[in-house]
Structure formats: structure tokens, C-alpha cells
């Protein structure tokens, strides 16, 4: 027997142990009556894609309703489609010009029905939980009573290899369609292919992004679409589709449950979750500021501020901070030793933690797990001005720093789906993709050089704040050369980058922090729990000092050629103002994200 056999034979004996494992593995995740597989009819090979690309899973110990596939909205089950038929594609417009594709859920479990279909480009990963319901309550579910044409691509200038015909449900009185319907054929669909929901089990939405569009005579633009304010509405996860005439609206779906939270993850489940998906968060290597425990900050000088109240040190864990002051009448300062004061500014990595926060997200389906992380000094920014970077002093510097990076779970199978970047008072939600991962599913995240707000790649990032035209960018590289030459501005450091405006550095070094090992969940909002002191604080956590803004630019411009000076003064004045002063922030308990989404 040859080797070239038993190595081929080896082969295939490793594949099947495999596949079993993979099999075993599987059915021990989802100990349930939902059936994930796709059906023996489906052309698997074909028709049939799957998005759900995050794995490995995790294995959640049992209890309440989290991970197991549906959530009862009340009087309806939604169920998360996993595998998704191709119903129609184009490769021409859409964003980046590569054409959107159209699909069907498939594969549902028993009792299931299709309530629309999905569209996304082709340039962008699977972005939305796509929903299919079962009723659970008599009459929750009804066949439409016809289907008005919305668009066809039959005639249009666009790359296919057959016609797109989008139909629009008309629902019976009392029910509201939620998503439209693609075929291939000018034949309306049958009744039974789709379902309207109850009008009491719906509510509002909103046009939020543009999908893909066409814009001659046979005008038509599709979108996906958003709950317009209810905090129990849920995403179905289907698109709009709007032609020159439209005035259509579709609807989405409402938890109607007294308790809304019975899929949100137990204690248990959270530290599961936190195991599986905890980021690692790593500090430039020319880092001087890193986080610190709140409680390391306290007992290593902190002094509380008070209107009408003597200077005083913090006591504890914060027992003697108010909870019921106006921001600016407490603040919290370093120590008054000037020594320990700049001991204190550096933190202290090898004890600090992460302070999590668990809340529900889109009315229970989905968990936001904010991670929060305390630096007890804010570092000064850069400026990115052409291929120049300016380094802007005392500007953005300022006595405490709170920034955080939210996981967003999806409740039907506990898999993460989004995670969010704070970034100056703002942020980024980005996919996981986006990210590297270390032990396969913890994504990797960069906090800035002194701003530590975080990014998932390590280079330069340049926050825009004015467009340049093309005589003033080749004006920059012509000063830049001289100014190369020259070695005369040691202030500005010249690099194969572009820019204009605030710049934020990032890049991995041997400081990093294992957010999975150093947390501590401090709320968890469906639950009674006891709260740390400190996070009820509802002054400041840095004083407030105000500076000649206007000097401090001067003395930055003064350096720089003639030519430059206009331009970095413009630059300077488009800052955020978040930039113009040593203002401390509020702790994370007093922001507007803590009980309502994030900021972008």
C-alpha cells in the first residue's frame, strides 16, 4: 500500500472525525426544538447562503430565554433566519458601485412565517437580524389581501441575468405589512408567500440607510429602515423600497410583553458572554496615561471639590461623593503634590478594571454590554495638517478621562453582532469583521495615544474638520519638502499620510489589558443589584480650567512657515469642543447613552 494512499486515507479519516465533532458540537449549543439546517429541497449549493460567519459560539449555561433561537414578543415568536435563498442580484450602483442582492429566509423552523424579504449590497457584510414570526396568539398573522407593484428592473440599464419585479403586501384591514416581496416573474406572488401583522403587534419606522438604487425614468431606491422612537419596537430586518410616486410606510414589530427583559442573559450567561467576547484593548507604545481602578484613584489622593464645602479627600469607594449636585458645583482634582500629582496622571495598568454595564437593546432582543474604563488624566492631541503633524500642547488636556466600547449581543442565539468605539463624545458602530480576534472570537481594540479613544486598526486616524482645495494641498507638500530640507521646524514631524484635522494615533505594544480577567459588572438594568458609591456621583470628574485658546493656537502657528499659518489656524478653530478646555467629565451613570443608544 502506497504512502501517497495512506496519507490521502489519513486525510479523509481526519475530515470525518471532524465534521462529527462539528456535528456533536452544534446540537450540544442549541439544546432546543429549532432546526437550523437547511432543508432536504434547498439547493444548498446553489441558492443557499448563510451570513452567520462569528463563530465559533459560545455554550450558555441554561436559564430565562437567552440563546434559544425565538423570543416571545407577546402573542408572536420572532425567530432569527440563518440561511437566506438568493432571490436577485445586480452587480451595477449601489454603494461603491458593486450592485445589491436580494433574498429570502429559509430553512425556518415548524410554524414560521416569512414576513419580507432582505436586501443589502454586495460591498457590506450581513448588517441586520432578519426575522421570520409564528403566531402565538389567535388572528396575530394574516395573508394580504393583493400585492401593488412597486418597481421592476424589466428594461432598465443596470448588469443582471433576469428582471426583478418588488411587491408591496396590501394588507387586510387591522394588519400591517412589514417587508416587501422580490420575484423574478411578472406573476404576483401567491397570498400564502408572505405575512401582515396585527396592527397592535406593530409599530412605527423611519427611512435610516440607503441601500441601492436606480435613477433614470424607472426611478427606485431601496433602504433599510428604522423604529422611529418606541423603545419597544423591534427591527424585522426587511427593507423599503420607494419608487418616484411612493408614499408607502412599512411597519416593524412591537414587544407587547409586561416583562420585555425574560431573553436578556442571566449573571451566568454574562460571564459567559464576557469570556467568549471581552476585547483586548492595547495602549501605544509611547503611552504615559493608562487607566486605573476608581478605587486606586481614590486612595491614592483624589480630593473632592464642593461648592460651599472645605477641599476633602475621597473616602473609600466614593462613600462621601454627592449623588445629588449639579455638575459644576463638584469636582473631583489630583493630588495638590506636584509629585504625586504626576505619579497619579500616569495611572496604574497592572490593577485596573473595566466597569460593565449590562442593558437591554431594540426592546429585549438584543444585550448592550458597555465597558467601560477610567484614566485619570487625558493626555494632549495632535493636529494632522496635509502630510504634517502638529502636536498641540496643553489643548485637549485634562484631569480625568471616561471612555467606553459596547458589545451588542443578539438575545435569539447569543452571538455578538456589533461592537461600538467611543470616540471624542462620539463614536463608530462597527462590525466584527472589522476586527482581529484573539482565542477566535475576542476582538481586538486600540486606545489612542493620551486621547484613548479606540479604533480596530492600528495606524492613524484624522477626524476631518475643513476640506482643503487642490492649490492649498500642493502648497502643504511643497512646504513640507522645504521644511524636510531645511531641519529648521523640529516641531512638525512629516509622514506618508494625509490629513486635516484632530489626528489620533494607535498601534499595539507590550501594555494591553484582558478586559475578560479585570472587570466588574457595576448594573445590570432588568436586575436589583447594589451600586458602587461612585457610580451615582453626579458632579465632574476633573475641574473645569479655561485657557487662552486663542494663545495657545498662537503659539502653535507662530512655528510654522507664512504659508502654513492661515491654514493651521483654520484647522485649529474646526477642533471639537471637547478640545478647548480642561473640562472633567461625568461618569458614565450620568450620560445620555447610559440609559439610551449610543452616540454616532
Same mark, same amino acid.
Given at each position: 500500500?502506497?504512502?501517497?494512499?495512506?496519507?490521502?486515507?489519513?486525510?479523509?479519516?481526519?475530515?470525518?472525525?471532524?465534521?462529527?465533532?462539528?456535528?456533536?458540537?452544534?446540537?450540544?449549543?442549541?439544546?432546543?426544538?429549532?432546526?437550523?439546517?437547511?432543508?432536504?429541497?434547498?439547493?444548498?449549493?446553489?441558492?443557499? =447562503?448563510?451570513?452567520?460567519?462569528?463563530?465559533?459560539?459560545?455554550?450558555?449555561?441554561?436559564?430565562?430565554?437567552?440563546?434559544?433561537?425565538?423570543?416571545?414578543?407577546?402573542?408572536?415568536?420572532?425567530?432569527?433566519? $440563518?440561511?437566506?435563498?438568493?432571490?436577485?442580484?445586480?452587480?451595477?450602483?449601489?454603494?461603491? +458601485?458593486?450592485?445589491?442582492?436580494?433574498?429570502?429566509?429559509?430553512?425556518?423552523?415548524?410554524?414560521?412565517?416569512?414576513?419580507?424579504?432582505?436586501?443589502?449590497?454586495?460591498?457590506?457584510?450581513?448588517?441586520?437580524?432578519?426575522?421570520?414570526?409564528?403566531?402565538?396568539?389567535?388572528?396575530?398573522?394574516?395573508?394580504?389581501?393583493?400585492?401593488?407593484?412597486?418597481?421592476?428592473?424589466?428594461?432598465? /440599464?443596470?448588469?443582471?441575468?433576469?428582471?426583478?419585479?418588488?411587491?408591496?403586501?396590501?394588507?387586510?384591514?387591522?394588519?400591517?405589512?412589514?417587508?416587501?416581496?422580490?420575484?423574478?416573474?411578472? =406573476?404576483?406572488?401567491?397570498?400564502?408567500?408572505?405575512?401582515?401583522?396585527?396592527?397592535?403587534?406593530?409599530?412605527?419606522?423611519?427611512?435610516?440607510?440607503?441601500?441601492?438604487?436606480?435613477?433614470?425614468?424607472?426611478?427606485?431606491?431601496?433602504?433599510?429602515?428604522?423604529?422611529?422612537?418606541?423603545?419597544?419596537?423591534? !427591527?424585522?430586518?426587511?427593507?423599503?423600497?420607494?419608487?418616484?410616486?411612493?408614499?408607502?410606510?412599512?411597519?416593524?414589530?412591537?414587544?407587547?410583553?409586561?416583562?420585555?427583559?425574560?431573553?436578556?442573559?442571566?449573571?451566568?450567561?454574562?460571564?459567559?458572554? *464576557?469570556?467568549?467576547?471581552?476585547?483586548?484593548?492595547?495602549?501605544?507604545?509611547?503611552?504615559?496615561?493608562?487607566?486605573?481602578?476608581?478605587?486606586?484613584?481614590?486612595?491614592?489622593?483624589? =480630593?473632592?471639590?464642593?461648592?460651599?464645602?472645605?477641599?476633602?479627600?475621597?473616602?473609600?469607594?466614593?462613600?462621601?461623593?454627592?449623588?445629588?449636585?449639579?455638575?459644576?458645583?463638584?469636582?473631583?482634582?489630583?493630588?495638590?503634590?506636584?509629585?504625586?500629582?504626576?505619579?497619579?496622571?500616569?495611572?496604574?495598568?497592572?490593577?485596573?478594571?473595566?466597569?460593565?454595564?449590562?442593558?437591554? +437593546?431594540? +426592546?429585549?432582543?438584543?444585550? /448592550?454590554?458597555?465597558?467601560?474604563?477610567?484614566?485619570?488624566?487625558?493626555?494632549?492631541?495632535?493636529?494632522?495638517?496635509?502630510?504634517?503633524?502638529?502636536?498641540?500642547?496643553?489643548?485637549?488636556?485634562?484631569?480625568?478621562?471616561?471612555?467606553?466600547?459596547?458589545?451588542?449581543?443578539?438575545?435569539?442565539?447569543?452571538?455578538?453582532?456589533?461592537?461600538?468605539?467611543?470616540?471624542?463624545?462620539?463614536?463608530?458602530?462597527?462590525?466584527?469583521?472589522?476586527?482581529?480576534?484573539?482565542?477566535?472570537?475576542?476582538?481586538?481594540?486600540?486606545?489612542?495615544?493620551?486621547?484613548?479613544?479606540?479604533?480596530?486598526?492600528?495606524?492613524?486616524?484624522?477626524?476631518?474638520?475643513?476640506?482643503?482645495?487642490?492649490?492649498?494641498?500642493?502648497?502643504?507638500?511643497?512646504?513640507?519638502?522645504?521644511?524636510?530640507?531645511?531641519?529648521?521646524?523640529?516641531?512638525?514631524?512629516?509622514?506618508?499620510?494625509?490629513?486635516?484635522?484632530?489626528?489620533?494615533?494607535?498601534?499595539?505594544?507590550?501594555?494591553? *489589558?484582558?478586559?475578560?480577567?479585570?472587570?466588574? $459588572?457595576?448594573?445590570?438594568?432588568?436586575?436589583?443589584?447594589?451600586?458602587?458609591?461612585?457610580?451615582?456621583?453626579?458632579?465632574?470628574?476633573?475641574?473645569?480650567?479655561?485657557?487662552?485658546?486663542?494663545?495657545?493656537?498662537?503659539?502653535?502657528?507662530?512655528?510654522? !512657515?507664512?504659508?502654513?499659518?492661515?491654514?493651521?489656524?483654520?484647522?485649529?478653530?474646526?477642533?471639537?469642543?471637547?478640545?478647548?478646555?480642561?473640562?472633567?467629565?461625568?461618569? !458614565?451613570? *450620568?450620560?445620555?447613552?447610559?440609559?439610551?443608544?449610543?452616540?454616532?
Amino acid at each position: 500500500m502506497s504512502s501517497v494512499f495512506l496519507s490521502r486515507f489519513s486525510l479523509h479519516i481526519c475530515k470525518t472525525l471532524l465534521i462529527i465533532f462539528q456535528i456533536f458540537c452544534n446540537t450540544s449549543w442549541a439544546l432546543n426544538d429549532f432546526s437550523t439546517t437547511p432543508s432536504p429541497n434547498d439547493n444548498v449549493e446553489d441558492d443557499i =447562503v448563510s451570513f452567520d460567519g462569528n463563530g465559533p459560539f459560545p455554550i450558555y449555561p441554561g436559564g430565562r430565554d437567552f440563546g434559544k433561537e425565538a423570543i416571545n414578543l407577546g402573542g408572536l415568536d420572532v425567530y432569527e433566519a $440563518l440561511f437566506f435563498k438568493k432571490i436577485w442580484t445586480t452587480q451595477s450602483g449601489g454603494l461603491k +458601485a458593486f450592485g445589491a442582492t436580494c433574498y429570502e429566509p429559509t430553512s425556518l423552523p415548524k410554524g414560521f412565517k416569512l414576513i419580507g424579504h432582505f436586501c443589502k449590497p454586495n460591498s457590506v457584510d450581513m448588517f441586520v437580524s432578519v426575522l421570520t414570526a409564528k403566531a402565538t396568539t389567535q388572528g396575530a398573522l394574516k395573508s394580504p389581501i393583493d400585492y401593488t407593484l412597486i418597481w421592476t428592473s424589466k428594461g432598465a /440599464d443596470i448588469t443582471k441575468v433576469e428582471d426583478a419585479y418588488i411587491w408591496l403586501p396590501i394588507p387586510p384591514h387591522g394588519y400591517k405589512a412589514v417587508g416587501h416581496i422580490v420575484t423574478t416573474s411578472p =406573476v404576483k406572488p401567491s397570498l400564502d408567500k408572505v405575512w401582515c401583522i396585527r396592527s397592535d403587534f406593530t409599530d412605527l419606522t423611519e427611512v435610516d440607510s440607503w441601500i441601492w438604487g436606480y435613477n433614470s425614468s424607472n426611478i427606485v431606491n431601496l433602504y433599510t429602515t428604522k423604529p422611529k422612537s418606541s423603545a419597544r419596537s423591534v !427591527p424585522a430586518g426587511t427593507f423599503l423600497a420607494q419608487n418616484g410616486s411612493s408614499t408607502h410606510e412599512l411597519a416593524c414589530l412591537k414587544m407587547v410583553r409586561r416583562n420585555p427583559y425574560t431573553a436578556m442573559p442571566s449573571n451566568l450567561q454574562i460571564r459567559t458572554l *464576557m469570556q467568549a467576547y471581552a476585547p483586548w484593548v492595547y495602549f501605544h507604545p509611547d503611552e504615559e496615561y493608562f487607566p486605573s481602578s476608581t478605587p486606586w484613584f481614590f486612595k491614592n489622593g483624589a =480630593v473632592l471639590h464642593q461648592t460651599g464645602r472645605l477641599p476633602a479627600h475621597v473616602k473609600g469607594n466614593g462613600t462621601n461623593l454627592p449623588s445629588n449636585v449639579a455638575p459644576e458645583d463638584a469636582y473631583l482634582d489630583l493630588p495638590d503634590d506636584e509629585d504625586e500629582k504626576e505619579r497619579v496622571k500616569k495611572g496604574f495598568l497592572s490593577t485596573a478594571f473595566a466597569y460593565v454595564h449590562v442593558k437591554p +437593546a431594540l +426592546a429585549g432582543t438584543y444585550t /448592550d454590554i458597555a465597558i467601560w474604563l477610567y484614566y485619570p488624566f487625558n493626555g494632549g492631541g495632535k493636529l494632522q495638517l496635509g502630510p504634517l503633524v502638529i502636536p498641540l500642547g496643553i489643548i485637549g488636556e485634562h484631569v480625568s478621562d471616561w471612555e467606553h466600547i459596547t458589545l451588542r449581543i443578539d438575545n435569539y442565539r447569543g452571538i455578538l453582532k456589533n461592537i461600538y468605539l467611543s470616540q471624542h463624545a462620539k463614536g463608530v458602530w462597527a462590525r466584527p469583521r472589522e476586527f482581529e480576534f484573539m482565542n477566535s472570537t475576542r476582538p481586538v481594540v486600540y486606545a489612542s495615544l493620551h486621547g484613548h479613544t479606540h479604533y480596530s486598526t492600528p495606524t492613524y486616524h484624522v477626524h476631518m474638520s475643513g476640506k482643503l482645495e487642490e492649490s492649498q494641498i500642493r502648497m502643504l507638500y511643497d512646504e513640507f519638502q522645504k521644511m524636510n530640507n531645511s531641519n529648521k521646524y523640529n516641531i512638525v514631524k512629516g509622514e506618508k499620510f494625509f490629513g486635516f484635522g484632530p489626528r489620533d494615533d494607535t498601534e499595539k505594544s507590550d501594555n494591553v *489589558m484582558d478586559i475578560a480577567s479585570r472587570y466588574d $459588572l457595576v448594573y445590570t438594568d432588568y436586575k436589583n443589584s447594589g451600586e458602587e458609591p461612585w457610580l451615582n456621583y453626579s458632579g465632574r470628574w476633573g475641574p473645569k480650567i479655561t485657557y487662552s485658546f486663542a494663545k495657545a493656537v498662537f503659539n502653535i502657528v507662530e512655528s510654522l !512657515p507664512d504659508k502654513l499659518k492661515e491654514l493651521a489656524t483654520k484647522a485649529l478653530n474646526g477642533l471639537p469642543p471637547e478640545l478647548f478646555g480642561e473640562e472633567g467629565p461625568q461618569g !458614565p451613570k *450620568m450620560r445620555e447613552n447610559w440609559t439610551q443608544d449610543e452616540r454616532v
